[in-house]
């Protein structure tokens, strides 16, 4: 399609076929990718925040983990009834609801959640006991679902790790409605209390000194920013390392105070899955490879940027 028919087809003049595929197809896909990008970027930079540390993700507590086991648990038992289809594809395209595969990879997320925070708020909260919290039980749900992808079928093992893949075009407008409303209103709660998160960064002392509520600020923020985790990764799956790359770049260039850095966490964010998107799409030879493949790519030689660059600025 020429640019000139991509533009009919949006304002809807182009054929029958046109129109579906870019109102349909495309523009979901890509309010996808603008929606989780800036989600998942902010929700890496608040982590960063809260936790001091500068390697945690979004999916510091487990988040991803759990939701993966709650999208397998629903794909193998319940949504497509393996348990009783077996490896027929037929009873599998009728019974299966994604709908039903996101919401139970909701809800363990949310319970992945509330037990990591229940857990810290025990023995307060220090950084160093959510990341080992977060560590722990994002290897319980690991193994569960090992255990679970074990007793499975052919079939039921080849959708639970399709699920898996960080996949842009299972998007509809209704998903991009319902991550739209939750990252609004999260981006929104974290422009708020920006000066909150800007006095965490000198301490938890100086904080306190001028007036915040440490362990609140960082039960609700951390909260939050897990929510709209959950949320993406429920209905889109994996995509890692957005929530680390951009929050780096953004604190690089525009520095920590977090009124700059929550709007520009968001864009970077919305920009790299976006080409992220595009690439896959690009190197597919006709069909789009995973997105969350790619940003993996990106991210894994990030990683070793930044090791060298510590190396080089402690010599």
């Known amino acids: 399609m020429s640019i000139k028919e991509c533009f009919d087809a949006l304002l809807g003049n182009g054929s029958a076929a046109q129109v579906r595929i870019i109102r349909n197809i495309r523009i979901p896909r890509v309010l996808a990718a603008l929606i989780a990008g800036a989600g998942l970027s902010v929700s890496g930079l608040i982590m960063q925040t809260n936790l001091n540390n500068p390697m945690a993700s979004p999916a510091t507590l487990g988040v991803s983990n759990a939701a993966v086991f709650g999208a397998n648990l629903s794909i193998i038992a319940f949504a497509g009834g393996f348990l009783s289809t077996g490896n027929n594809l037929s009873s599998y395209t009728t019974g299966a609801n994604p709908y039903s595969t996101s919401l139970m990879a909701f809800i363990f997320s949310t319970i992945s959640i509330v037990v990591i925070l229940g857990l810290c708020r025990l023995r307060s909260f220090r950084p160093g006991v959510v990341v080992l919290a977060g560590v722990a039980i994002g290897s319980v749900w690991t193994a569960a679902t090992t255990i679970l992808q074990f007793y499975a079928t052919d079939v039921g093992l080849s959708a639970a790790v399709i699920w898996t893949f960080g996949d842009l075009g299972r998007a509809t407008y209704k998903t991009d409605i319902i991550m739209a409303i939750v990252v609004v209103v999260g981006i929104t709660v974290f422009i708020i209390t920006s000066w909150r998160l800007n006095a965490l960064l000198s301490g938890d002392a100086a904080a306190k000194s001028i007036g915040v509520n440490v362990n609140t600020l960082r039960f609700i923020s951390m909260l939050i920013a897990s929510m709209i985790t959950a949320v993406c990764v429920s209905f889109l799956g994996m995509i890692g390392f957005v929530g680390i790359i951009c929050p780096h770049v953004i604190k690089k ?63």
């Open 253 to 315: 260039i525009l520095g920590q105070d977090h009124r700059v850095s929550i709007p520009g966490a968001a864009l970077s964010g919305s920009i790299l899955l976006l080409l992220a998107d595009t690439l896959s799409r690009s190197m597919g030879n006709g069909s789009a490879l995973p997105v969350g493949a790619i940003t993996s790519m990106l991210g894994a030689p990030f990683f070793l940027i930044i090791i060298l660059f510590r190396k080089e600025g402690r010599s």
